[in-house]
């Protein structure tokens, strides 16, 4: 949200409000936001997709907070990605990112214990769209390593750059 705010993007966050960010955050990155030309919304409504871009979403349970699903899973199930959201977006070009690892299917351990417990063989997003034309979540992952290599480069530039040196 805050990287969004600063680059002009037109963010929206679809959760429940239990999930929004601190209103003083919000109220802040508002205010960035429209100095970008950029608009931060927060909203539970599905519907609300329509117009999306891109949707992204993330495991609904971090690692250590394993003894959290079961109240997870209740208040995010309607929020699960599936092909329904993709086609509200009304976008034929929308992408789907996902930092992975994501449940999608039944081919984890994580994922059969899931649906032992509770009955569901996909979490924040089905395999449909996981697999669709719409993902891009390896992309995403490769870039992703491509990103920490420069970060470590710019950080370590001036390093490097005076070894040497007289």
Not at 58 to 77: A, H, N, P
């Amino acid at each position: 949200m805050i990287g969004c705010a600063k680059l002009g993007i037109n963010f929206v966050s679809l959760a429940p409000k239990e999930l929004w960010p601190d209103e003083d955050l919000l109220e802040e990155m508002k205010e960035v936001a429209s100095k970008s030309k950029g608009s931060i919304t927060l909203t539970e409504n599905i519907e609300d997709v329509r117009g999306a871009d891109v949707i992204y979403t993330d495991v609904w349970v971090s690692m250590g907070e394993e003894d959290q699903y079961e109240e997870r899973i209740k208040l995010l199930k309607d929020y699960q990605v599936n092909m329904d959201m993709i086609k509200k977006t009304n976008n034929e070009n929308v992408i789907f990112l996902h930092c992975l690892p994501a449940f999608h299917d039944l081919n984890t351990k994580v994922g059969k214990e899931i649906y032992e417990k509770f009955g569901l063989a996909e979490l924040e997003v089905t395999d449909e769209v996981f697999r669709s034309k719409y993902s891009k979540v390896f992309d995403e992952a490769e870039n992703r390593m491509h990103t920490i290599k420069a970060v470590m480069v710019a950080t370590l530039v001036d390093v490097d750059m005076t070894v040497g040196k007289k």
